[in-house]
Structures are given as C-alpha cells and as structure tokens.
C-alpha cells in the first residue's frame, strides 16, 4: 500500500545572504583557484575551468581551474622529484611544518569555515568544529614524525643482526570527499608529511576551496615546493587512472564511495600499489531496553545530523528494543522538529542544505521507498519548496528490514527506526550488511556491552555515545567499508615501509 508522504513544516530560515555577504566575497576572493604544482600556482593546461556552486541556493560561487591528465601527470612529476628531498628531511622540521599549519588552521578558522559553509552549506559552528578536529590531525601527526621507531634484534640461531628500519613509502595520491572537505584532507596529508611522502592530492570537484585553501597554508607553514600538489578536476577518473596506472606513485589513499573504492584497487592492483580505502558504511545504532533514553536519543541525534547525516559514520539504521521505541521516536521526532534549517551563514541554522540535486533526489527516493513499505513519518518527510538542496530533518518509524534505506546510505537528514526484541536478533540484523565501519550501542549492562561490542563486525563501537572520529583513535571499517586505518597510533605506518636489514657480525 502507498502512503502520501507529508510535507514538511519544518521552519526554513531566510536563504538569502544578508548582512555576511561583503565578507563572503572577501573571503571568496582570498582562495586561490588554480593547481597547486611543484610549489606553483598554475591554470589547467587549456584553461579549462569548474563551477563552484553554494548549495544553498545552487548558484556559481566561483570558477577553480579544471585540470587535464596531463596536468595531473606534471603534478604527479612535481612529488617524484620531490620525494627525495622531502625524505632527507628531518623528523623535527617535517614536525615543525604540521605544527605551524596547526596554528594558522587555528589562526584562521572564522574564515576557513565561512569558506567550508560557501561551498559545503554544513552550518558555520559546525564548519568551525571541523577544521579545528582538520588541525588536530596535524598537531596528532607533528608528534608521530619524531617517534618512527625501528628495531635491532638478535637472530634466534645468534650470530647475525637484524636492524629493522622504517621508510617513507613514497609519492602517494590522496582522493578525498566533499563531505569533510578539510579534515579528509589532513587526514591524510598529516601522516603523509610526517613519514616524509610528497603527493598530489585531488578533493572533490565539489568542494575544491577548503583543500586550496589548505595548500596556502602548507606553503606558509614552510614545505617545500612539490611536497603537497592540488589537482583540482570535474573528471575524476579520467586524470587519476593514469597516475595510478603510471606506477609513478607507490600509495593510493582514499576516501569515498565502496563503488569508486573497488575500480580505484583494481587500478592499483596493475603496479601493486599500497592502498587505504575508507569506504562507505551503513552504521547500527542500537537502543537497549536498559539504555538511559535521554542519552540514547542525545547520541542518535550525534550520530545522525552530525554533517546533517553526510557521513560514512551516520547512524543508518537505528534498532531500539520494542519497550522503549514508541518513547524513543516520540523524543527524537521532537528534537530533530526543532532543529532550524536554513543557509549554514544564517545565526542559529543547524541544518543546512545538501550537497546537491542529486542528493536531495535520493533522500527523497529512499523516504517515499521507506512509507510505501509501511514506514510511519513521525516528522519531515519531504523536501521543501525554494531554491536550494535542502531536506528537513526526518524520523521515520517502522522501518522494514526490506526498505532501500537498509541497505543504501541514506547520507541525509534521515533517522530509519525499526524495533526489536531480543539481543541475538539485533546482532544478527545489525551484521546483515556487506558494510562494517562503526556500529553505536546505547546500553547500561556492562557484560552485555563488551558482549555486543565484540560480536559486532564493525572496525569502530561507539559505546553510549554516538561519535568516534578523534584523531587519536583508529579511524576505519572492515568489510566492504575499506581496508587500513587512519589517525591513531597506526596511522602513520600506512605511509611508512619496513625495511630489513640483515648484518654479520663475524
Ligand atoms: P560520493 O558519491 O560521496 O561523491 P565518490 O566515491 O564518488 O563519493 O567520490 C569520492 C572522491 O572520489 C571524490 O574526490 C571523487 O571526485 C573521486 N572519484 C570519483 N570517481 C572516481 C574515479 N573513477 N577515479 C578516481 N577518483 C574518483
């Protein structure tokens, strides 16, 4: 049976730049808008050009250069001739460098956010939240360049040595998203500078400002020319599948879709290059009949709209036991309702608009699949009229196991609520994906947590609280959701190799 999905009533706040827009210009005017390549800022062979366009109104905010494979190929040359340079470099200047482009982030945040809002639309608070959590990574790896440790070790038959050396891998290329535009990025180049590779790195045409922006600062915060290359380009696949297949560079780091993951390590597989794939995930959050329901709903909210629901760690699927979900939804529903949405400039909006049409059709799409499997709309539930690609925040309850959003990331605004009964069956439900990043488990039963936590077939738990991204922590999932781990005290070695080095004593 069909059911009307209801318009929304959510309140929308005034899409029109107001009083922010000399400063937004400012700020427009101050980013670069060419390739970054051997330390030179340089237009697309051709001149070719891209449209940066604010969501929140789906206008042209600015033209960034459109690099050709053969830009891409110069600028994959610029980090090959780097390379050796930037490897002889030592440990505490290569720190040194993470350290001051720490502090110009800190710097210069009110405007790198407006900037991030300008081509994201994510509110400014939290465009700010994330180029300070963007910078830790670099202060986080600052540390890990001076602590790469090697080993000496005594053969068991004696005799020989063994010393044990670690290595930069060498020129890696770096893919990443337009959902975390800056983090994404020093999530990468942090431990990529700190173990001594230079690379090309090439965010999504999306969202090219925040990475250019952070090239800047990179130069001023001292690194050498070709160290750090941009490439700014529409046609993703059609400059990166060279450079991969060239053999030119020995590590593939990526972030983004498991579709796109899977052709980029076939690539790899041609020159048997290094890879870290952070891929899609489709993440439980499960509610337990002795959870603390204010809590649980605080981190379903967190785990939820934190990026409005564009992230890889956004809860998809919230199971909550069937005692408590008809309360849990109610104050959820009543949380997200109050939630303002509007242009991410605007004093107050934390919900801003989705990255684009094609985002905001497939929300939709999933909602209207959802309601015609039985799903009830507890609030939102259609996207509004007016330009923009906004979607107002949605709880749904009811959800059938069999509704699309089960198994597709919703990456919206969303919360997809289905009860249950018992704890083998929410376990089993929770696994019943091809997808493994993080699962969120709200409980107060100590045994039963660390019980859940160890059977679930995740790379993360959040236990009672619904966000783990830190820095310091292992970032990464198992399954199809990707292979290596980013940040932590594992981080850097996805950029280091081992070498060993066998010694005669006598
Ligand atoms: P999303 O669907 O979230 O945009 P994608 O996986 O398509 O995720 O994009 C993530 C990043 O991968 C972006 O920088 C995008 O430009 C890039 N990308 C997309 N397709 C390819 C490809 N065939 N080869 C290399 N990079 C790609």
Not at 57 to 82: K, R, Y
Request: hydrophobic letters at 40%.
């Amino acid at each position: 049976m069909s059911t009307q999905v209801t318009k929304s009533d959510q309140s929308r706040a005034s899409t029109q730049p107001v009083a922010g827009s000399a400063r937004e210009a400012a700020v427009l005017e101050a980013v670069p808008t060419q390739l970054l390549i051997g330390g030179q800022w340089r237009d697309a062979e051709g001149g070719a050009t891209l449209e940066v366009i604010d969501p929140s109104t789906g206008g042209v905010l600015c033209e960034v250069a459109d690099a050709t494979p053969a830009d891409g190929m110069a600028a994959l040359d610029a980090a090959v001739a780097a390379q050796p340079g930037f490897a002889a470099m030592s440990p505490r200047e290569r720190a040194d460098i993470l350290t001051r482009a720490f502090e110009l982030l800190h710097e210069r945040i009110d405007d790198l956010a407006l900037l991030m809002t300008l081509e994201m639309g994510k509110p400014v608070a939290e465009a700010k939240g994330e180029i300070a959590y963007a910078a830790e990574f670099f202060r986080h790896f600052a540390g890990e360049a001076t602590r790469i440790s090697g080993g000496y070790q005594t053969a068991p038959a004696g005799g020989a040595r063994f010393l044990i050396a670690r290595q930069p891998v060498g020129p890696c290329l770096l893919i990443t998203p337009w959902n975390f535009p800056m983090a994404m990025g020093t999530r990468k180049l942090g431990p990529a500078i700190a173990a001594g590779c230079t690379s090309v790195i090439k965010p999504a045409h999306q969202t090219p400002l925040s990475m250019l922006a952070l090239g800047q600062i990179l130069l001023e915060a001292g690194l050498p020319e070709g160290v750090v290359n941009i490439v700014t380009c529409q046609g993703a696949g059609k400059v990166m599948e060279p450079l991969i297949r060239s053999g030119k560079a020995r590590k593939l780091s990526f972030t983004g879709s498991t579709k796109v993951g899977k052709i980029l390590l076939e690539q790899c597989a041609e020159k048997v290059l290094r890879t870290s794939m952070e891929l899609g995930g489709n993440a439980p959050l499960i509610v337990f009949e002795d959870a603390d329901v204010e809590e649980a709903v605080a981190g379903a909210l967190a785990a939820k709209m934190r990026n409005m629901g564009e992230a890889c760690t956004a809860a998809n699927r919230i199971y909550v036991h069937e005692s408590i979900a008809e309360e849990f939804g109610r104050r959820l529903g009543e949380e997200m309702s109050s939630m303002p949405m509007g242009r991410g400039t605007e004093p107050g909006v934390r919900v801003g608009p989705l990255i684009d049409e094609a985002a905001q059709d497939k929300v939709t799409e999933l909602v209207t699949d959802a309601v015609d499997r039985g799903a009830t709309v507890l609030t939102g539930g259609s996207a509004p009229e007016g330009e923009g690609f906004f979607y107002p925040p949605t709880v749904l309850s009811g959800v059938s196991p069999e509704a699309r959003m089960g198994s597709e990331e919703i990456f919206g605004p969303v919360a997809a609520i289905t009860s249950f009964s018992t704890e083998d069956e929410v376990v089993a439900a929770a696994n019943d994906t091809p997808f493994g990043l993080v699962a969120y488990v709200f409980t107060n039963d100590l045994r039963r947590s660390l019980r859940v936590a160890e059977a679930l077939e995740t790379g993360m738990v959040g236990l009672n609280q619904g966000v783990v991204s830190n820095p310091a922590a292992p970032f990464g999932g198992v399954k199809e959701s990707g292979l290596g781990r980013e940040g932590g005290d594992t981080g850097i070695d996805e950029f280091l190799e081992t070498k060993y080095i066998g010694i005669a004593l006598a």
